[in-house]
């Protein structure tokens, strides 16, 4: 194995930090595409426009679904099965939803040691295939997988005629330099 190359089975060099940090952005990311999706009428939100999951609340209830499986799988609240679109018929009841998920996966976060990350975790989602991976690996993913599906709800608002804006990690860290710099001054 070379220097610059990556093994699923040697321990992690993230840090709960680093995770933090991530899942900072993917919720700076879901509010600003919340902000714009309050903007649909009802039909909208449940329209079946394209991509994997059709509308904007399947796709939304998909990400938002796996990330409380992975923190359950990683030791974090239950999720139960795996939640529903129809159970979430409006734009309020994702988010109301999504951010009890936030609660649950930032106090789980916040109990984590570095070498927590390390503590391997078996799962399977296509039975009877078993899977191991790290703690660390499994959270990372997570947050990766909201990233894609971000950029699905992006394209599915521009189809509908809304601007979702910027959701880029970029803008994101220049929006925290510029808050840690004002904090600063203060």
């Known amino acids: 194995m070379t220097a610059n190359s990556?093994?699923?089975t040697e321990p992690t060099q993230m840090r709960v930090a680093d995770l933090?940090?991530?899942y900072d952005y993917t919720y700076w990311a879901n509010n600003r595409l919340f902000a714009?999706?309050?903007e649909l009428t009802?039909?909208?939100f449940t329209q079946n426009v394209a991509g994997s999951y059709g509308s904007i609340r399947n796709t939304l209830v998909h990400v938002m679904s796996a990330e409380w499986g992975w923190l359950d799988r990683c030791g974090g609240p239950a999720r139960g099965p795996k939640l529903n679109p129809d159970d979430f018929p409006t734009v309020e009841s994702v988010t109301s939803t999504w951010r009890k998920v936030e609660g649950y996966l930032r106090e789980f976060l916040a109990t984590l040691k570095d070498e927590d990350l390390n503590r391997?975790?078996?799962f399977s989602f296509n039975p009877p295939q078993q899977h191991s991976l790290p703690v660390g690996n499994?959270?990372?993913h997570s947050v990766i997988h909201a990233v894609h599906h971000r950029g699905q709800v992006a394209l599915l608002l521009r189809l509908l005629g809304y601007t979702p804006g910027n959701i880029d990690?970029?803008?994101f860290y220049e929006e925290r330099r510029a808050t840690d710099q004002r904090t600063r001054v203060i």
């Open 42 to 44: 009802p039909d909208q």
């Open 6 to 8: 990556i093994s699923a």
């Open 36 to 38: 714009v999706i309050n």
């Open 169 to 171: 990690i970029m803008i």
């Open 120 to 122: 391997m975790v078996d």
């Open 20 to 22: 933090q940090t991530l």
């Open 138 to 140: 499994l959270l990372h």
